[in-house]
Each structure stands twice: as C-alpha cells, then as structure tokens.
C-alpha cells in the first residue's frame, strides 16, 4: 500500500517564482489537508480539501497562496511571487473520512521548500 | 491556538519506559485524544487515539485520566528509534473543527 506521496522532496526557488506542491493521498482517501512547518515549530494547519471542494482555507494566507484538489491527479498547493519567508516544509495528509469522523491522519514526507 | 500543552522536550534511557504527559484542561465531551510523532525530517506518524478507556496497540499505551483533563502517552521499552517529536492533539468527533498541532514534546533516547 502506498502511503502519501509528496513531490518534489525538495524544492529551490528564487524570489518572485512560483512554487507548487504536490500530494497523492493514500489510496480511497477523498480527503486532504496542508500544513507548514517551520524549523523547530509545530505545524500549522494551512488548509482542509475534499475532492474538489475547499472545506477550509482559514490557516492559508489570503495573498499569492492557492490549493486545488482536483477530480483525477494530485492536490497542489501552488504559492506564487514566493518570499524567503515563505522557506519551510509542507506537509500534505489524508484520511478516508473527514476530521469529524475520527479517523487518523496519513502523513506524506513533505516538501522541503528554500526561497534564494 | 493549541488546546493540549506538552513539556517541550523529556530524556529517557535505552529500554526504559517513558511517560509522556499532555494536559488538555478545555477538553470538551465529543474530543478524541489524538497522538502523533514525527521523526527527523519525516512527516508525523499517526500513534494511537482514544475517548475515556486506556487503549493499548502495537506502538503504545494511553491513559486517560478520569476527567479527561490530562493524558498519557506511554512507550514501554523506550528504543533509539522512538527519538522524535510527540505530538498530543484532540480531535472533535460529529462535526469538523481543524486540527491544532502545538510544538509537541521532543524526546531524547539515550543508550
């Protein structure tokens, strides 16, 4: 069984570009979330998708950051005009249900994302 | 935003069992105890989760204390490879409300 798959492993970028992200979720599992972690902090919940539906894009800054889920292919999380702030790693999770349902979370290895 | 607090960081010897606290005093009843760790430069990696009863699996234990308002996570034989960040989260059952990850409690294993 395949667990997450996240893509690229590491990514560079040079201010100003675009970056995106990729997540395959665990097989069957219609349900996606993004997080982001920075060097020796938690991670913070970015956002929460469900094919091809947004459920919740609170923790996602409003400005040059977007995530689809789409029908058929991965969830991208797609930052654009990235800043060296934006440097950290992204997570991607998914789980057979929602989040109300109980169900654990499956982890990707995230992306490892370095702004020059 | 985070509901739980967790020591930031607890060593523990090789083969020993360690007792990871969380302290999660605004539980509210539909709440689930969720734990997590992450190893280095890896994504966490779901541990066990339980309501009220102590659950036991292939990884850990957890105690729930009786009012819910603490929790603990228990590795019987500590081992190198459980060296990593323990995360305790409660997730809301019926209904969604996002997950809070706070900084977790890093563990040191120590041969």
């Known amino acids: 069984n395949a667990g997450v798959m996240q893509n690229p492993r590491h990514l560079v970028r040079r201010r100003g570009q675009e970056a995106r992200l990729r997540c395959s979720p665990m097989?069957?599992?219609?349900?996606v979330y993004w997080y982001r972690q920075l060097p020796e902090e938690g991670l913070k919940f970015m956002v929460y998708?469900?094919?091809?539906?947004?459920?919740?894009e609170s923790g996602m800054p409003k400005e040059r950051f977007s995530a689809e889920f789409p029908k058929e292919g991965p969830s991208i999380l797609r930052i654009q005009q990235v800043v060296r702030g934006d440097s950290a790693a992204y997570f991607c999770?998914?789980?057979?249900?929602?989040?109300?349902?109980?169900?654990?979370?499956?982890f990707g290895d995230g992306t490892r994302l370095s702004i020059l | 935003d985070a509901k739980t607090t967790q020591p930031n960081s607890m060593e523990s010897n090789e083969e020993e069992p360690v007792h990871l606290p969380c302290n999660h005093s605004?539980?509210?009843?539909?709440?689930?105890i969720h734990w997590y760790r992450q190893l280095p430069s890896q994504g966490p990696e779901y541990v066990i989760h339980?309501?009220?009863s102590n659950v036991n699996n292939r990884m850990a234990s957890l105690a729930i204390a009786e009012d819910r308002k603490s929790s603990t996570l228990i590795l019987h034989r500590a081992t190198l490879r459980d060296a990593a960040v323990y995360y305790c989260?409660?997730?809301?059952?019926?209904?969604?409300?996002?997950?809070?990850f706070g900084i977790g409690t890093k563990l040191q294993v120590i041969p």
């Open positions: 097989k069957g599992h219609s349900h």
């Open positions: 605004t539980i509210s009843g539909t709440d689930y």
């Open positions: 339980g309501l009220t």
């Open positions: 998708l469900q094919k091809e539906n947004i459920i919740d």
């Open positions: 999770a998914s789980s057979l249900q929602g989040i109300g349902s109980n169900q654990p979370q499956h």
């Open positions: 989260i409660l997730q809301q059952s019926g209904g969604y409300q996002k997950v809070t």
